[in-house]
């Protein structure tokens, strides 16, 4: 078998081999005491790097300007070294900002991370100017707050944290650092409310982040999908948002937080399915309206999945379910129509499916443009030239419109796909169809877990003290009780066990 | 972590496992077999099977939680067992199947009439499948969702308000019921289901509040039984509810909304739900019963046997009424199951623990 293996892969022994080879010369070089010499080979070829010299004083340093800030470059190098004689350079370089670097991994990491490397006397220091350039904060664009905090996180994990750090003034909020990506060696944070977060949750998740294995991980969606429990599943099983005072919420519950450099996108875990209908904003507005949109979200959810599905099974099926009026109606509307209501739909809402990625790929003028044109001409042309019936162009916009409301946008685009299998399951079995596809679904939910709990919590495991925050927005008041899902140590919200 | 069945998972598993396509008929039987009120005898029924859960109860407690195959295999010798679960498969995995056919004929009768009814049931089983290779910790959350999408179909019971009749339910009791007995019979295989909480036992999660869960998935089923039969006693006459093969499903048809009518194909769509859990928990018995026989075999390659096989099986039976027949007999068998395994399990633990005392 292993000749036959290598056989069908020839050379690819080789290249491992290689490739061993060059690790093995790279981890030697790394290992050793750095100079300025070894540093300069590590960094050949990167035009960016700066090199500055006095040898006056001895002194030759290493850093990317584009990492620094002027202040800190000013306060940690300029001001220190101007005017020192060469015999002071040592006393200088002994003040604790300035760390020895005892080998080049530390050193090349050092400067990759915004420190200046000074080299003196064979001697190797590391000082921190880093201030990288960084958007500045702004509300989220993907999920809006009306009347909220508008802070939304930025790609530089320090602003974030930094910000998270100012909404839980706690010596219990924890910050784990971890490393993944074996290129891009990014820096994560896992925060956890140290009494609040279950200590295995928060071993799992440290675990998890730990043994992925990939070369650069750009965005907190990437990571999740890294590190879920089932990767291959259409629902997305941590939730992901870009709002600080979601992610607060979701610390104090006794929820894990993972938020990692480069990425405005925080994930917090564990999670269940029905936890993505809810959004910070119903907080903030009165219980009953809080209550009102949850539920509306729900229903949203059932007319997305559901309504031109019901369409073409009616339609094609099921005719006996139309009342006499209506009939007249909708027979009327589809007597030009020459496809099957199959065709018809699918047709619509491949459609529908286009307008919206062509308006999120191009700049919001443009991007309104294309809302105008597609509502012209898909919504009245289309039915003028009999290509679609006017009913089914209403089943379609409300499932649109529907699926918009749900505030997770990842979890939104999951129920967009999903409706594509009821439609052809609707299509070709009519209401039956309908009936197995969501029977399907949950079938897929309930052996679903986040982080091992049972994704459909609160429903399957019932706690029917979590439906008061999950599908109503109870009176804070009653809601006594953190989430059941995350198996916090303190279930009272407030208290905390000392 | 292992997960375990706490005390409501149970009771919903027991409520669906219990409910199914029976109920659009129930009236019908309730009236041929007792007459006049015949809703009268389903908290009989439901009390019956209380009883019978008792036995089950001892059993529990007998075994200390032990599974039921255990103590059977410990006193019987494991080939000794064997013919009792030879019995034990054909009888659930034929149900289950049957359970199956009947729904898919039933809906046949309201859509899809020219479709050949073994393409339904080969869907049906493949979703059965993808349930059942799960485990039965993830069954039970999936029943949990599936009773939640069905529980407000209860509220439907509203729409015959207006049109029921007191008068309709008649001063006599029990009156103008023919073959009472079998029919009766057939009307307790309504019930049947909770049996199969005998092979929970290992997974279950406390030891209180078993039992009282089983009793409570039995008295929800009962309730909701009583108010099916008895509004459909008041909505329709006896003469009617004799005529009807399916009266609750006729009575389903008679709701209209503004926008929509005839519901009825949408509604019975919904009872999937309860009759997919009915079958998948007759097939995972089986299949526990079967991976005592081969217990090196992977247990979802002997689901998926056994519902190949079944499958196969159940191209016999070609029409409603042979559908019916079979289930009849298979119910008759069940019910034999049902209070006879029990007893025979009280009977050897007794004896196993007299064993025990007289080692000791």
Request: hydrophobic share 50%; net charge neutral.
């Amino acid at each position: 078998m292993s000749l036959l293996a290598k056989w069908l892969r020839p050379g690819k022994d080789n290249k491992n081999a290689t490739h061993d080879a060059e690790s093995i010369e790279q981890q030697a070089l790394l290992e050793q005491y750095p100079t300025l010499k070894i540093m300069q080979d590590l960094f050949a070829d990167c035009a960016d790097l700066i090199h500055w010299s006095w040898p006056e004083s001895q002194l030759d340093m290493l850093y990317f300007s584009h990492l620094a800030g002027n202040e800190e470059f000013a306060r940690e190098i300029s001001e220190p070294f101007r005017s020192i004689a060469p015999d002071e350079m040592e006393e200088v370089l002994s003040r604790s900002q300035y760390k020895p670097a005892l080998d080049c991994r530390s050193a090349s990491k050092g400067i990759l991370d915004g420190n200046v490397c000074l080299f003196h006397k064979g001697s190797a220091y590391l000082v921190s100017v880093s201030l990288p350039e960084t958007r500045s904060i702004s509300q989220s664009e993907t999920e809006t707050s009306i009347n909220g905090p508008h802070d939304g996180f930025v790609e530089s994990v320090l602003i974030n944290l930094s910000l998270i750090r100012r909404r839980i003034r706690s010596t219990r909020l924890k910050a784990l650092k971890l490393q993944v990506g074996e290129v891009s060696k990014t820096d994560v944070y896992l925060l956890y409310i140290d009494g609040l977060a279950n200590a295995e949750n928060v071993q799992e998740m440290k675990k998890r982040i730990e043994l992925v294995e990939i070369d650069v991980v750009h965005d907190g969606n990437m990571l999740v999908q890294l590190i879920d429990d089932h990767p291959n599943s259409v629902f997305p099983l941590f939730q992901t948002t870009e709002r600080t005072d979601a992610i607060a919420s979701k610390l104090a519950g006794g929820k894990i937080v993972v938020v990692m450099d480069g990425s405005p996108s925080a994930f917090s875990a564990p999670s269940s399915f029905f936890e993505f209908f809810a959004s910070s904003d119903d907080y903030y507005q009165r219980w009953a309206i809080g209550t009102m949109t949850r539920m509306l979200r729900f229903i949203a959810f059932v007319i997305t999945i559901s309504f031109t599905a019901l369409y073409v099974s009616v339609t094609t099926f099921h005719y006996e379910m139309i009342p006499e009026d209506l009939l007249i109606t909708i027979t009327q509307s589809r007597s030009r129509v020459p496809f099957p209501p199959l065709y018809e739909a699918l047709l619509m809402e491949i459609t529908i499916e286009l307008l919206r990625e062509a308006g999120a790929r191009l700049p919001t003028k443009i991007g309104q443009t294309i809302g105008i044109v597609g509502g012209i001409v898909i919504g009245q042309a289309a039915v003028q030239a009999g290509l679609t019936s006017n009913i089914l162009i209403i089943a379609v916009a409300s499932s649109a419109i529907a699926s918009f409301v749900i505030p997770s946008y990842v979890m939104s685009a999951s129920i967009r796909l999903i409706r594509f299998g009821l439609l052809l399951m609707a299509g070709l079995l009519g209401n039956f169809g309908i009936v197995m596809a969501i029977a399907i679904i949950f079938i897929h939910l309930s052996g679903l877990t986040s982080l091992k709990s049972s994704y459909l919590t609160p429903v399957a495991p019932i706690n029917l003290k979590d439906w008061l925050d999950i599908f109503i927005r109870a009176p804070f008041s009653w809601i006594q009780e953190r989430p059941s899902q995350t198996r916090t140590p303190n279930k009272r919200k407030t208290r905390i066990k000392q | 972590m292992k997960e375990k069945l706490y005390p409501v998972h149970i009771a919903i598993l027991v409520y669906m496992i219990q409910t199914g396509v029976v109920v659009f008929s129930l009236p019908r039987i309730m009236a041929e077999a007792f007459g006049y009120n015949g809703w009268l005898m389903v908290p009989v029924f439901t009390l019956i099977a209380a009883l019978n859960i008792g036995l089950i109860a001892v059993v529990y407690r007998l075994s200390q939680g032990r599974s039921v195959f255990e103590i059977l295999e410990r006193s019987l010798t494991k080939i000794g067992a064997y013919p009792l679960y030879l019995v034990l498969i054909v009888v659930w995995s034929l149900l289950g199947c049957m359970v199956a056919k009947h729904y898919v004929y039933i809906f046949q009768t309201m859509a899809f009439p020219t479709m050949h009814p073994m393409l339904f049931k080969l869907l049906i089983d493949i979703v059965a499948f993808l349930l059942l290779i799960k485990g039965v910790y993830n069954i039970s959350k999936a029943t949990m969702s599936f009773f939640v999408l069905t529980a407000w179909m209860g509220l439907l019971l509203l729409f015959f308000v207006p049109d029921f009749e007191f008068a309709r339910l008649t001063p006599f009791l029990l009156k103008g019921g023919t073959e009472t007995i079998r029919g009766g019979l057939n009307g307790y295989t309504a019930f049947l289901g909770y049996e199969l909480t005998l092979l929970l036992f290992p997974y279950v999660n406390t030891k209180k509040g078993f039992i009282k869960a089983v009793h409570a998935g039995n008295l929800l089923t009962g309730v909701l039984y009583t108010l099916y039969a008895f509004v459909a006693f008041g909505f329709y006459s006896l003469g009617q509810l004799t005529a009807f093969r399916f009266p609750m499903l006729d009575m389903l048809s008679y709701i209209r909304l503004p926008f929509v009518e005839r519901i009825e194909t949408l509604f019975f769509g919904f009872f999937f739900f309860t009759v997919l859990i009915t079958i998948v928990m007759y097939i995972w018995a089986s299949t526990e019963a079967l991976n005592r026989m081969f217990p090196k075999a992977e247990s979802k390659l002997l689901a998926a046997v056994l519902l190949i096989v079944i499958y196969g099986v159940s191209w016999l039976p070609d029409t409603l009424s042979k559908v019916e027949i079979w289930l009849k007999w298979l119910g008759y068998g069940q019910v034999i199951i049902a209070i006879g395994l029990p007893v025979f399990l009280i009977l050897i633990l007794l004896i196993l623990r007299r064993k025990e005392q007289g080692h000791a």
